[in-house]
């Protein structure tokens, strides 16, 4: 039932952001909830604190760090939101400046997707590979514009 409830919450966020947003005690419970409850309830909170991560980047490193350790969930094989999971990873590591944290989470998904099942892996080896391609290109860019500057 709590999972339905953080799906409508989900859903509902972008209008409830426009009007002040959930305070401090609620996004409290919500990491209380990651640590807590069942993974797919879990990867809800995390989903839900990723969006409010986007407006609020008090506790940015609070979210990754809830990430991080929700991905050595032993019920991870046996769970129904695996996409979810790679979903909000996916996003994550987009968003995310911290190359070492990206790496982080990179080398963790990997460690994972080797004890499970080969469907785990490929789709985590497609997700970084997919979450890096952005970060290839700022790399090549900033690169040429740093020849540009120096052949001046």
């Known amino acids: 039932m709590l999972g339905g409830l953080l799906t409508g919450v989900n859903r509902s966020y972008p209008y409830i952001s426009k009007q002040g947003g959930i305070d401090e005690h ?3 419970t919500l990491f209380k909830l990651v640590y807590v409850s069942n993974f797919n309830v879990s990867v809800q909170a995390l989903m839900l604190l990723y969006q409010i991560s986007g407006t609020k980047n008090d506790f940015c490193n609070r979210f990754y760090q809830a990430l991080y350790s929700k991905l050595l969930d032993p ?3 046996s769970s129904s939101k695996k996409a979810f ?3 909000l990873i996916y996003k994550s590591l987009k968003r995310d400046n911290a190359t070492s944290r990206k790496v982080a989470i990179a080398r963790r998904l990997l460690q994972v997707s080797n004890v499970d099942d080969p469907v785990l892996a490929c789709a985590s080896l497609y997700t970084i590979s997919e979450a890096n391609k952005n ?3 700022e790399n090549d860019s900033l690169k040429s514009a740093e ?5 001046r």
Request: charged residues 25%; positive net charge.
């Open 147 to 151: 020849n540009k500057r120096r052949n």
């Open 75 to 77: 019920t991870i094989s």
């Open 85 to 87: 999971l790679l979903n």
């Open 135 to 137: 970060s290839v290109k």
């Open 26 to 28: 609620n996004i409290n």
